[in-house]
């Protein structure tokens, strides 16, 4: 029998409905697997055992007693540490939040709260969401469960690495420019972009709002539907929410790719994909054909404003959302301080990395008069445009088929000296967080190195429940990869 923590998220909900397994017993496997594993794979920040074992105790209780439960009570599940926790520590993995203990839940931990899943604990990420491997963290790096000398992606490579390693049966990522599907590619496991709006950002510490949507890490597309389920809603302390029809992500998830019109951009299988991933995506397209999918080759010709354009209006946002952390209200405040000014320049100096500092730069020199027209303003304009190139595509087909990322999985250190090198990484997944469509990464085969190959799978607004669809077929007909 497969080891409990290998099981994915609908098998053990199942066996949790059918009393074949307990929420205590589902807890205590994960718990023990992270005391096991986490010293080598790093993807924990704060592990909440009592809070979980509590948390397993009720949703057991509550199944004793016949309540009706959500199919995820019970299920133990992994949370990235920008989401706000009532009581429990969120550091966004920055020595500014190191000691910050909210006073309140964000949406989606309250929707999984009511769900009664079971919180395992808030996992690593790059500082404040700004990273492509999970190195910019303030406290370690998290390392890949594929290969541990690699990277697990970033900014989720926490997410990633504790669904991939056994250490959680779900997690919960954030996705600003590719942060949930990047380091699902690398990790070998399945992430959710869901549409901008769709799920409450309510709580989500800020990166970029415009950009920034919430999603689910799990072993399989069904596991994905089984988290949107719960996540998917409108919530009106959210100014951006939708008030989108209710959906049921698992209903008709069988239903096939028969007819299914992929489009597939051929800009991205351009120049600097490596090789292994070109082949692997390519493959994975021919399967769709060989399920009774129809495959086109199309143009994406805004791919090469798409990174430029991110970079300028992401860098804008962070430089106006990290504003607040002056070490006034609440965050690192420096003891040394003689007077305002250098209060907020050393709380400043002393709280933010690399990474966070030379992206407020950039922000605040893109916002500053005389060079927001130039730099800004253009950005929006190259905005407008890469939304119109999908809507064009979509006139003509379902899906759009891509690689996740240009490489698999690099070697932790081996781009840390370079930001350009790391910011090209992006290159296939920033469009999707421009034009506010959902996208799910899943594994379609492996390099040379045995290392995860991911492709992403594209659809227009709210179209989830197709995009699932899909990667299911994929999954049932190709195999999920242990």
Not at 77 to 105: H, Q, W
Not at 384 to 399: E, G, K, M, P, V
Not at 460 to 470: D, M, S, V
Request: proline content about 5%.
């Amino acid at each position: 029998m497969k080891k409990l923590t290998l099981w994915s998220a609908c098998a053990l909900s199942e066996a949790l409905g059918k009393r074949e397994v307990s929420a205590v017993e589902a807890a205590r496997a994960y718990l023990d697997e992270i005391a096991r594993r986490d010293g080598e794979i790093h993807a924990y920040l704060t592990v909440t055992e009592e809070e979980a074992l509590a948390a397993a105790q009720a949703a057991d209780k509550a199944r004793g007693c016949g309540e009706a439960l959500s199919p995820l009570a019970g299920v133990p599940v992994a949370l990235k540490d920008n989401l706000c926790t009532k009581g429990i520590r969120t550091t966004c993995a920055s020595r500014m939040l190191e000691n910050f203990i909210p006073p309140y839940d964000s949406a989606v931990v309250e929707q999984l709260y009511a769900a009664r899943a079971v919180p395992l604990g808030k996992v690593n990420m790059d500082e404040f969401a700004m990273g492509s491997s999970t190195e910019n963290s303030a406290f370690f790096p998290t390392r890949n469960p594929a290969d541990p000398s690699r990277v697990p992606g970033g900014s989720s490579g926490g997410s990633a690495a504790a669904v991939a390693a056994g250490e959680a049966a779900l997690a919960i990522g954030s996705d600003t420019g590719g942060s949930i599907r990047q380091p699902a590619a690398f990790c070998g496991v399945v992430g959710m972009k869901p549409t901008y709006g769709l799920v409450s950002r309510y709580g989500l510490v800020a990166f970029a709002s415009s950009l920034d949507q919430i999603g689910p890490l799990a072993r399989t597309a069904a596991d994905c539907a089984l988290a949107m389920n719960v996540l998917a809603g409108h919530d009106r302390r959210d100014a951006t929410s939708l008030c989108a029809p209710k959906e049921d992500y698992l209903a008709g998830l069988d239903a096939g790719v028969g007819g299914l019109r992929i489009a597939l951009p051929k800009e991205y299988f351009g120049e600097g994909i490596q090789p292994a991933v070109k082949d692997a995506v390519l493959a994975a397209a021919r399967r769709f054909e060989a399920m009774g999918a129809k495959v086109g080759e199309v143009s994406f010709p805004t791919l090469d404003d798409a990174l430029p354009a991110y970079y300028v209006l992401s860098s804008a946002e962070a430089s106006s959302n990290l504003a607040r952390f002056d070490g006034v209200r609440y965050g690192r405040r420096s003891a040394e301080a003689r007077d305002i000014a250098e209060l907020y320049r050393r709380s400043r100096s002393e709280g933010f990395g690399a990474e966070v500092k030379r992206r407020i730069l950039l922000g605040t020199f893109v916002l500053s008069a005389g060079y927001a027209d130039a730099y800004y303003k253009q950005a929006l304009r190259a905005r407008t445009l890469i939304a119109r190139d999908f809507a064009d595509i979509f006139q003509n087909y379902d899906i759009i088929l891509s690689p996740v990322a240009p490489t698999t999985a690099y070697r932790l250190g081996e781009k840390t000296a370079d930001p350009m090198q790391m910011y090209l990484g992006d290159v296939y997944t920033v469009p999707v967080n421009i034009a506010g469509l959902p996208a799910v990464s899943l594994p379609c085969g492996k390099d040379e190195e045995g290392l995860p190959v991911g492709m992403q799978l594209i659809g227009p607004a709210l179209g989830e429940k197709r995009l699932l669809q899909a990667a299911h077929a994929f999954q049932t007909e190709r195999g999920v990869e242990q």
